[in-house]
């Protein structure tokens, strides 16, 4: 481990040293969001391996994010667990394995961003992004910001996860161009729900954006009961209608329920 935590859980009063994160420039310490959620994630084994395998750093995590509290849910690292359980755990037949890609995106979608993950790193950020992720070059990574941690509750927080995963796996976006420009004239649209994908050496398929609808969508349609709620699933259609109403130049012409029903709109 790059920086062991493993005295985390003894103690919530080690004190950070000065870092990258500098979590003393923003507020990092707000309330909880609602949500049926377990617990076991704050054990010392979950977080231990978790911390690797999405390449947590302490110096992008101390001085306030979490790294001092890591079960505090009003932290920001606190909060990405949370949504690292969600995308590994929220599957009725969850994968054992982290190479496991078979089955729906529900399943495989925390393998995903395991493997497509460079770093995840925690900043204070302007207010205008959630995260963004850097690709393709000497130092890759992924930074998540304030909005991600306090302007979305646990289910559009593990979407947005699925969606940065994707740009790391080199997908960038194809959108707001042309004549025919997304309603939201947005730089994060993609072309078309099942075509996103642009930029050297990009995939092909669904872009970004395609990928965070189709996780919600499956969430909606089986999260577990350990995992989801009606409230968590009507999270999950608010922000898969919201992108399909909004991020795509080329209209999908659906919208979802929160049972993970479809609806033609056009």
């Known amino acids: 481990m790059k920086s062991t935590i493993s005295a985390i859980l003894a103690s919530c009063l080690l004190l950070g040293v000065a870092s990258e994160a500098r979590a003393d420039t923003c507020d990092t310490v707000r309330g909880t969001d609602p ?57 009725p037949n969850e994968p054992l394995k982290t190479n496991d890609f078979n ?49 979305e509750n646990v289910v559009e927080r593990a979407g947005t996860l699925i969606h940065e995963s994707r740009h790391a796996d080199w ?27 642009s930029g050297i050496g990009s995939p092909s398929g669904r872009g970004a954006d395609g990928y965070q609808v189709l996780w919600l969508w499956w969430y909606a349609f089986e999260a577990d009961a350990q995992h989801s709620s009606s409230t968590m699933k009507a999270f999950a259609r608010d922000e898969a209608n919201r992108i399909l109403n909004t991020m795509f130049d080329v ?16």
């Open 35 to 91: 949500g049926v959620m377990t617990s076991f994630w704050c054990t010392q084994p979950w977080i231990d391996f978790y911390w690797d395998a999405y390449d947590f750093d302490k110096g992008d995590w101390d001085d306030g994010f979490g790294w001092e509290a890591a079960c505090d849910r009003r932290r920001p690292l606190a909060r990405t667990f949370q949504a690292i359980e969600l995308l590994n755990y929220a599957s």
């Open 103 to 151: 089955g729906n995106i529900l399943r495989w979608g925390g393998n995903y961003t395991i493997r497509e993950f460079d770093e995840l790193d925690a900043r204070c950020g302007d207010g205008s992004k959630r995260a963004y992720t850097t690709w393709g070059g000497f130092d890759d990574y992924t930074e998540l910001y304030i909005p991600f941690f306090y302007n």
């Open 171 to 197: 997908c960038g976006h194809s959108g707001n161009d042309g004549s025919n420009k997304c309603p939201a004239k947005s730089e994060s649209c993609d072309e078309k729900y099942l075509d996103g994908c």
């Open 251 to 266: 209209n999908p012409c659906f919208n979802i329920t929160s049972n993970g029903s479809k609806i033609i709109t056009c």
